[in-house]
């Protein structure tokens, strides 16, 4: 269909629907509470959301509506969609966004419902002569800790492209669980107030999220790449089962409860479901700049976590045990099909930046004896049980790559192979992190840049650290890692061009009022050329 055929016909199509939709729902009253959002942009097509929240229940519909200009003059495409409990009035639609306009220079879209008109949102698809992109990084985001000024602060740069997740995008303590201390006097009480078990509390738990004034800002302002981690689940999850699900039958099959995580999670959240709803991992190509491939290490593939505390015995630690298991070319993290989607991704693929989006740190990294580094002589009770694999020398996250070394090492030698050295992109810890990564060898790989938190607490939040000595301890004794920090919160935002990227850590100044200024910043260059690294100058 033409371009100038598809503006008649939708802009009439327009007229008639709202019309329809006006007087034959003109008993009930809409509401579109939670904002709008977009995701998962391809070179043609992108993922728009929204969720319509009735006065009355009971199936509805609603018009999605897409123009070239903010004042929506002309209605380039309209479509009546429709929506009810089954959902949970949510309505996700993908919008073949370069039949009805040049969707790579960006357009805007709202939804109505009756009389109610959504929040106008924006968003892109990427052209096959993309050269630069502008890409905000986001991980871990706890309501209960505070305000989302992350994503307030990214919104209000009005210039990303796109923003990735790379997981924890909610969480599933009850009040009174992780990081809720101050939940009551910000306002910020989890809903429900329990765990979130049932499809039920998933969906009233992603529906407090969504309403958020900083998530509302950033979803309408550009499209979203997400990927889950634990917590859209439950804590240390792997493929069978989690840390934070009870054996004893309490909080039922665990597989139930994944599988209404799951259909929660992609009513939400503006992502392109796939035949296996298992199967989140997948790959955007960012015209020939970017080949971005988001990956699942989390519950698809993934063996569970050894636990050292299972290791000791009345004569110590046994420590052969441990590294005989740990080391085991059986351990999986990603799984035998998904290495096989990454390796013919990589070899059908020719961009200038090979970029993983993923959860987890693949750094080699051991924490120093923090015990010795406590500012106060009391030890945290949480941190007890630990304190007698200080000094070991094992890895010190095994729910991370450094959990499964194998699979470490499987990635590492299949990107060998391609002759493709790679950025990763990580969540989790809370804390900023940049390493130079390292085959068995010794040979360069890749670089890791890890990004903050948008309000988890890190590590200088819950231990009482000398920081700086905490800081140059870790750096020391870990080859690949080239800097982190442990105690600010925000996002990491890449500028991308043919010959470099501007990688740069946006600190805000704090979580417990509503402020989305940049308290400070860290930057580095990362060069094109043999992939180096370079630490800019304040």
Not at 332 to 339: C, M, N, P
Request: aromatic residues 12%.
């Amino acid at each position: 269909m033409k371009r100038r055929q598809a503006l008649k016909i939708s802009s009439i199509g327009a007229v008639g629907l709202t019309a329809s939709i006006s007087s034959g729902c003109s008993k009930n009253t809409y509401f579109f509470h939670h904002g709008v959002a977009s995701g998962d942009p391809l070179n043609d097509r992108v993922i728009l959301w929204t969720r319509v929240t009735p006065q009355q229940a009971g199936p509805l519909e609603a018009i999605l509506e897409v123009s070239e200009n903010k004042n929506f003059s002309p209605i380039i495409f309209s479509k009546k969609l429709q929506t009810s409990s089954l959902s949970d009035y949510t309505i996700k639609y993908d919008f073949l966004a370069k039949q009805y306009c040049d969707s790579d220079r960006g357009f805007f879209y709202r939804f109505r419902a009756g009389n109610a008109i959504s929040d106008t949102g924006q968003s892109k698809t990427f052209s096959e002569n993309t050269i630069t992109a502008k890409i905000g990084i986001f991980s871990c985001s706890n309501f209960p800790a505070g305000y989302f000024n992350a994503y307030q602060a990214a919104a209000e740069e009005n210039n990303l492209d796109l923003w990735l997740h790379l997981g924890d995008y909610l969480y599933e303590y009850p009040m009174g669980g992780y990081a809720t201390d101050k939940a009551e006097i910000l306002g910020r009480v989890p809903e429900p107030k329990h765990e979130m078990i049932t499809l039920s509390d998933y969906r009233q738990r992603h529906a407090q999220y969504k309403q958020d004034q900083g998530s509302k800002a950033l979803h309408k302002h550009a499209p979203l790449i997400a990927v889950w981690d634990d917590h859209e689940f439950s804590n240390d999850a792997w493929k069978r089962g989690a840390e934070n699900h009870s054996e004893d039958g309490a909080e039922g099959d665990f597989y139930a409860r994944r599988s209404s995580a799951i259909k929660a999670y992609y009513e939400w959240m503006p992502v392109r479901e796939q035949k296996n709803k298992r199967r989140i991992f997948r790959e955007f190509k960012i015209g020939k700049l970017i080949h971005l491939i988001m990956l699942d290490t989390r519950q698809y593939g993934r063996d569970k976590q050894i636990q050292p505390k299972e290791y000791l015995t009345k004569s110590g630690f046994n420590q052969a045990k441990f590294y005989n298991d740990l080391n085991s070319d059986n351990r999986e993290l990603l799984g035998s099909e998904q290495l096989s989607w990454i390796e013919n991704s990589i070899l059908s693929t020719n961009a200038v930046w090979t970029i993983f989006g993923q959860q987890v740190l693949m750094v080699k990294l051991k924490f120093p004896d923090i015990s010795k580094m406590l500012r106060s002589e009391e030890i945290p009770s949480f941190l007890k049980p630990y304190l007698k694999f200080l000094g070991l020398g094992i890895p010190s996250n095994l729910d991370a790559w450094d959990g499964y070394p194998a699979e470490r090492n499987r990635l590492y030698q299949l990107m060998i192979n391609a002759k493709k050295r790679f950025i990763s992109l990580a969540g989790d810890t809370h804390n900023s992190w940049v390493s130079e990564l390292e085959d068995q060898s010794g040979r360069k790989v890749g670089i890791e840049l890890g990004a903050p938190s948008v309000t988890s607490p890190g590590i200088t939040d819950m231990l009482n650290l000398d920081e700086k000595k905490f800081v140059n301890s870790i750096v020391k004794i870990n080859k690949e890692l080239q800097w982190m920090d442990p105690s600010n919160r925000g996002y990491l935002y890449l500028n991308c061009a043919e010959d470099k990227i501007i990688a740069s850590f946006n600190y805000i100044k704090g979580l417990e009022e509503i402020n989305s200024d940049i308290g400070s910043s860290k930057s580095f260059v990362l060069h094109r050329k043999d992939l180096r690294l370079e630490e800019t100058k304040a």
